[in-house]
């Protein structure tokens, strides 16, 4: 063992300069081929900071992958972002992205670590890899909001097209529509009072603009309707209102017999029953009062007025139904003065129909403007810092150095050795 270490020393003592000589040029070497390398990668920490985060579901409540930013069309936007079509092919790409989470001290992580190495195919031209990188995940960012952050307001008129509907029932639609909007606006206006969009616009103003819609060119449209007796196929849509007033007539008899019957259920009450009932309660004030109590005959008096208000309710429905089946048929009308309302109502329509999409357009915008505004925290990205010993990768150089040492030592000592035992 002594005979070894003397050797050694002798080795060491008589080749010192150049093993130090070489060790610095092999460290100078890998350091420069490592640090020219490293701007052929890049590297960014994703977060995502949302309360269902560390639940692994995404803010909509659906389960979270992050695996989703190498889906097709995220890629495909993230070249386009770039300005890199035709330059970078999108199936090559996916190969050369990995996603990896930062921390492996639970089951699920909020922080993923997303990485790039060019390939030799990919034409960056002026384009770094972080900016490549950073346009892949705002591309993902963006698809995450539009997707999984809010649920989105989806009308469709085109269902209509195709739809056989008379102009009072194409009213009806485009009411409910209405409704729809100002339920959603509402919600949202509850949610943040003080929002407002860039061009000024807030929640409240969008309800005041569906609401004078309602009260006026979409009341204007049924009244004409109403009033001039106008359908589209006017044989058919009698028929349907015959029908309907022949269900009204008997919910109205149904309404007036339950009305009846309590009336008379009143009538034979027994009278001993009637009296009016005192018991001793007290108030807020905890003060004594003689309180009145309910009876049998108080709940029989309110269910046979329940009734005649739902039959008074009904009757007008019949009224109102029986007065357009009169002006549908009104024989004093002319063929010419029909057309002349029926073309009036069709421009009414195709004017209700124009303005409601530029308002559920205008919703939309400003539903997209409130959705980046409320989650746009929800995910975060920023670069990995890269220093210069980093980018050098300085650890590995001095490992690879100290290892091949090692080894030119060995031999050099077993040369020795060899010298010796000839």
């Known amino acids: 063992m002594n005979d070894l270490l003397t050797r050694l020393l002798l080795v060491l003592r008589k080749h010192f300069l150049k093993i130090v000589l070489f060790s610095v040029l092999l460290m100078g070497i890998f350091c420069a081929f490592s640090y020219a390398h490293s701007f052929q990668t890049a590297s960014a920490i994703l977060a995502f900071t949302y309360p269902n985060a560390s639940d692994g579901l995404y803010p909509n409540g659906t389960f979270f992958n992050a695996y989703n930013i190498l889906t097709g069309e995220i890629i495909e936007n993230g070249i386009r972002r770039a300005g890199l079509e035709g ?47 950073n346009s892949i995940i705002y591309s993902y960012i963006d698809h995450f909001h539009k997707t999984y952050s809010n649920e989105r307001l989806a009308l469709n008129l085109d269902l209509l097209e195709n739809e056989n509907l008379d102009y009072i029932d194409l009213v009806n639609y485009y009411n409910m529509i209405l409704n729809q909007l100002q339920k959603y606006l509402s919600a949202q206006q509850v949610s943040d009072k003080d929002f407002i969009s860039a061009d000024g616009t807030s929640f409240q103003d969008l309800i005041n603009i569906v609401e004078r819609m309602r009260l006026t060119a979409l009341k204007e449209v049924r009244a004409i309707i109403l009033e001039q007796g106008v359908s589209s196929n006017p044989e058919t849509y009698l028929e349907r209102l015959d029908y309907q007033i022949w269900k009204l007539s008997n919910t109205y008899d149904n309404y007036r017999k339950m009305q009846n019957l309590y009336k008379k259920t009143l009538q034979d009450y027994d009278s001993r029953l009637t009296s009016v009932v005192f018991i001793p309660s007290l ?6 009062y003689m309180s009145k109590t309910k009876i049998g005959i108080d709940l029989l008096a309110l269910n046979a007025t329940d009734y005649e208000e739902k039959a008074e309710n009904v009757q007008r429905q019949i009224s109102q139904k029986n007065q357009y089946v009169g002006r549908i048929n009104d024989p004093g009308k002319s063929a010419q003065d029909r057309d002349n309302h029926t073309s009036r109502v069709n421009s009414m329509f195709s004017e209700l129909r124009k303005q409601l999409l530029e308002i559920i357009d205008r919703v939309q915008q400003v539903e997209k403007e409130y959705s980046k505004y409320k989650n746009h925290d929800y995910v975060m990205m920023r670069p990995v810092e890269t220093s210069f010993l980093n980018r050098a990768n300085g650890k590995s150089a001095f490992l690879v150095t100290v290892v091949i040492d090692i080894l030119i030592i060995a031999v050099l000592v077993i040369r020795e050795q060899r010298k010796v035992l000839r």
């Open 87 to 133: 330059d970078v092919n999108p199936a090559n790409l996916v190969d050369e992205i990995s996603i990896k989470p930062r921390s492996n001290a639970s089951l699920i992580t909020t922080q993923f670590i997303v990485s790039y190495r060019a390939g030799r195919a990919d034409r960056l031209g002026a384009v770094t890899p972080e900016g490549l990188l």
């Open 283 to 288: 108030d807020a004030e905890q003060k004594f």
